[in-house]
């Protein structure tokens, strides 16, 4: 199935735009940008921008330990085009699938829009384009992306 996504989706501008996102989404950078920025400037609603930020942290730093203690490797195959700028060689669960997803679940609310939840499938298209991991990698990153952004909501009701 990888190998077949990287067949379809080979024009030089979707590979280009899987990188710029595979680069926003490294270490959850654009999303806890995102959540800092928007509780600077929506002062009456900090402490739930606070809080939203704080489910993409928690996830992004669930599936760096579930990584490591996994231990899968990322994807390799002779046919495989494998794009610079990997960070780590271990593939599961997908830190990019598993924060976008629980950013797009915690900022939805807050920016009064569902338009976030077209994020995380763009995301996890990325990662595939980019050769950085298996599709049930970004299966199990965005589940987990998505339990973590509901429980803790839930948690704080």
């Known amino acids: 199935m990888l190998l077949g996504v ?3 989706v080979n024009a030089p501008v979707a590979v280009a735009a899987a990188r710029a996102m595979s680069a926003a989404g ?5 999303w806890l940008g995102l959540g800092a920025l928007c509780a600077v400037v929506d002062g009456r609603r900090r402490p739930q921008w606070v809080r939203a930020t704080g489910a993409v942290l928690a996830a992004h730093a669930t ?3 579930l990584k490591r203690v996994v231990r899968r490797a990322r994807p390799t195959h002779e046919g495989l085009r494998v794009h610079p700028g990997l960070a780590g060689r271990w593939g599961m669960p997908s830190s990019h699938a598993a924060s976008t997803t629980a950013a797009a679940i915690a900022f939805a609310p807050l920016l009064g829009t569902r ?3 077209v994020v995380p499938p763009l ?3 990325s990662r595939l384009v980019v050769g950085a991991h298996f599709p049930s990698d970004v299966l199990v990153g965005s589940a987990l992306g998505a ?4 429980g803790l909501r839930r948690i704080r009701s």
């Open 6 to 8: 990287q067949r379809r």
């Open 26 to 30: 490294e270490h959850a950078g654009a």
């Open 63 to 65: 599936s760096v330990v």
């Open 115 to 117: 338009a976030t939840f």
């Open 123 to 125: 995301m996890g298209l």
């Open 147 to 150: 339990v973590t952004a509901l």
